[in-house]
């Protein structure tokens, strides 16, 4: 089983931290750092650069091989095995973790959900919000909440089925609001 620890900063022996950056800057410096134990059991230590804000944690990932790194708000799927990561588009505004059926819902920058299932990506909802949701629960199949005007000081419900990625509801009603959009057809 592949395991994992959020150490205070970078360690000052050892092997050099493999670096994981979103705009190849900054390697340099410390960002967030993690201690990841494959199942071979050789640990290294990854450096994972934030992003502009946001959530910050590590998680397993649904297919449980992988390794979902959060770090103020940018995304890193982490093979431990290999040592290497993807950089996931977006800002993750806060993390949703479903056990039956095994799945990852990311709050997107405050506007969208996606959601990450064992084969990754799984669906991502049309732009639902101008800024922000809250009131934000998860009953059986369905996500439901608010979500905010372009001024803040109006809230809308919306619901999102977690089989599809399908919405209704929302403040967002531009014509650009399923630009993103990737509907799971069941």
């Known amino acids: 089983m592949v395991t994992f620890e959020t150490l205070p900063g970078l360690p000052g022996k050892g092997p050099k931290p493999k670096p994981f950056s979103a705009t190849q800057k900054s390697w340099l410096q410390a960002g967030y750092v993690v201690r990841i134990t494959p199942n071979s059991g050789n640990s290294w230590v990854g450096n994972f650069q934030p992003g502009p804000g946001g959530a910050t944690r590590v998680l397993p990932h649904p297919d449980g091989s992988k390794v979902v790194v959060v770090a103020a708000g940018q995304m890193y799927v982490v093979d431990p095995d290999v040592r290497s990561a993807s950089v996931i588009p977006g800002v993750v505004v806060n993390i949703h973790v479903l056990e ?79 630009f993103f959009e990737l509907i799971r057809e069941c």
Request: hydrophobic letters at 35%; proline letters at 4%; glycine letters at 12%.
């Open 100 to 178: 039956d059926p095994p799945l990852l819902v990311i709050d997107d920058q405050g506007i969208q959900f996606q959601a990450f299932g064992p084969e990754g990506l799984r669906w991502r909802t049309k732009r639902i919000s101008w800024d922000g949701f809250r009131n934000v629960v998860i009953t059986g199949s369905q996500l439901s909440g608010e979500s905010s005007n372009v001024t803040g000081d109006v809230w809308e419900s919306f619901q999102v089925d977690l089989r599809t990625g399908r919405t209704t509801g929302g403040m967002y009603l531009l014509s650009d609001a399923a």
